[in-house]
């Protein structure tokens, strides 16, 4: 998955540009008015406010809620600017012309018509990503095509499919096999029976070929993504297109519905929610849309279960921990590490790689997760829960105080437990790393100004770069015309041109980020 915005180099770049001292990006409330948000192709637009050294700046702007990056979607409006009617018009034709070029119905019955195909005419499109039909050879015969597609391979879509790994807007990051079987069988051990998969693709196949193959398991999933390319492998009832950033379906009322009636189905008993959300997102929308999920979960519940919570696995980096226990506070955070395929700094620490920073949130009690001790877990009896092998019992702090799986030594001055790299300053009063410089808000975040960690870990980051971009262009375009993208043609893949240059540009930045503090 996607580090929040390219660690040390997004900061330097974001200094180079003038843009030094506390700054950032925030979600704004909505004005008084309900005005609705103005559209852009990832449906309703958020209101976002630019605040400069702890100050708000006073004109608002709507912004694209999935793309963090300006090449993805350059949508921009002041709050408080007048469109014309036909720069209004433009913008519908845009929107419309940037959906996908099949109805959901269309793709589900170009699948029924593909595996009916005898094996020899079962052909994929590697370059447009896309499964053919006879019909539609001719149009790809100069790309590179696979043939005899399994139907083995049909249900492995994650695996057919590259992944897009872009990391301002899908940062598509696989689990690693152990990670993803790790979670099928904690689901079925728990006793789940619904599981609604938010951005997790591959655990939604894995459930659904486990429950194939094995008759003891009956695990129902519906994906929820905004990868459009998966809905040529998934009827109506298990794939919807989604943003999960301002809990938009693509396919209005009837997608909706398939995803209210999964949520409540038998009174919405045996039902859990797991996401894995790309890091560079904000977690505020991404609340507010879970709270939303919430909602109709709940609307289907009968009064005297009034005081039940939805089940949720939020997977995410262990540094935004204060962020998600904000919004849910009955949310605690496992110890267990989630490895990713397609991330070579994410993988086990035992094999000898840094160890992955991304972690489950939860709202189920920790006592009920049992971890692998294979794999470095153990229970600890006084905190009821599994911890990593290393994550000692701290006798002063009464925890096993130990965030990213590391010993760490208690500060007697500072009364808690520290990174072991840590040493108490007594100019500071805090613990901090040896080679600190102790002038008061350096050691902390430029962002939010928190002493835990610095403005590459902040999870605020994400809207602060992007925002100051977004202004940074608006101001360098003033009088050029909005210049209208041209459509995109026929095929599932929408970023293939940028998929190599994105690879090249992956950064190592969570490691950067476990050893910058
Ligand atoms: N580890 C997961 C994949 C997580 S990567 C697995 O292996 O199943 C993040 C996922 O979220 C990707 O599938 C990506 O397509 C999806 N995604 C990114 N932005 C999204 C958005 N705005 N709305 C919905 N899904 C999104
Ligand atoms: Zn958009
Ligand atoms: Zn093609
Ligand atoms: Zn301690
Ligand atoms: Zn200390």
Redesign the pocket.
């Known amino acids: 998955m996607a580090a929040p915005r390219g660690g040390l180099e997004a900061v330097e770049a974001e200094d180079s540009v003038g843009l030094r001292g506390t700054s950032g990006i925030e979600l704004a409330l909505p004005s008084g008015l309900a005005v609705p948000a103005p559209l852009?192709?990832?449906g309703p637009?958020l209101l976002f406010v630019k605040v400069t050294q702890g100050k708000e700046e006073t004109r608002r702007f709507y912004a694209?809620?999935?793309?963090r990056d300006r090449k993805d979607?350059n949508?921009f409006q002041w709050e408080d600017e007048k469109l014309s009617g036909a720069r209004l018009a433009a913008r519908e034709a845009h929107n419309q012309r940037c959906q996908p070029p099949l109805s959901r119905r269309q793709c589900v019955e170009r699948y029924l018509k593909f595996i009916e195909l005898p094996l020899t005419q079962r052909k994929f499109c590697q370059r447009c990503q896309q499964l053919l039909l006879p019909d539609d050879w001719g149009q790809h015969s100069e790309h590179q095509v696979l043939g005899d597609v399994s139907v083995t391979q049909l249900r492995k879509p994650s695996q057919l499919l590259y992944p897009l790994e872009n990391k301002k807007t899908n940062a598509q990051y696989l689990f690693a096999d152990r990670s993803c079987q790790f979670l099928v069988d904690l689901l079925s051990t728990l006793g789940f029976r619904r599981v609604l998969c938010v951005g997790t693709p591959r655990l939604h196949e894995l459930i659904r070929l486990t429950t194939s193959a094995d008759k003891n398991s009956n695990i129902k999933s519906l994906l929820l993504d905004i990868d459009f390319r998966y809905s040529q492998f998934y009827m109506e009832d298990s794939f919807c297109h989604y943003n999960m950033f301002n809990h938009h379906f693509f396919d209005g009322k009837t997608a909706l519905e398939v995803c209210r009636a999964f949520l409540q189905e038998d009174k919405g008993e045996g039902v859990i929610m797991v996401t894995d959300p790309p890091f560079g997102g904000l977690v505020e929308p991404l609340a507010i849309t879970f709270k939303k999920l919430i909602a109709m979960w709940k609307e289907g519940q009968s009064q005297d279960d009034s005081d039940k919570e939805l089940p949720i696995f939020w997977i995410f980096p262990y540094f935004f921990e204060s962020r998600i226990c904000q919004f849910f506070p009955s949310f605690r955070m496992l110890d267990y590490q989630v490895d990713y395929d397609n991330h070579a700094l994410y993988k086990h620490g035992k094999t000898g790689r840094k160890q992955s920073p991304v972690r489950i949130f939860t709202n189920i009690p920790l006592n009920k997760i049992i971890l692998p001790t294979e794999e470095g877990y153990r229970f600890c009896s006084l905190c009821q829960r599994y911890v990593s092998l290393e994550n000692q019992h701290c006798e002063h702090c009464n925890s096993c105080p130990s965030k990213d799986g590391r010993k760490w030594n208690h500060c007697f001055l500072c009364k808690k437990c520290v990174k072991p790299s840590w040493i108490h300053c007594s100019i500071c009063n805090h613990c901090a790393v040896p080679d600190h410089s102790c002038q008061g808000p350096k050691d902390g975040c430029f962002i939010c100004g928190e002493l835990d960690h610095k403005r590459s870990a902040c999870p605020n980051i994400a809207s602060s770069k992007r925002a100051n971009e977004a202004v940074r262009k608006q101001k360098q375009r003033k009088s050029n015309k909005m210049k209208m993208e041209t459509t995109k043609g026929q095929s599932m893949n929408h970023t293939s041109a940028t998929r190599r240059k994105e690879r090249r540009e992956r950064a190592p930045s969570i490691s950067l980020l476990l050893n910058v503090q």
């Open positions: 852009c192709p990832h637009t694209c809620s999935a793309c979607c949508f």
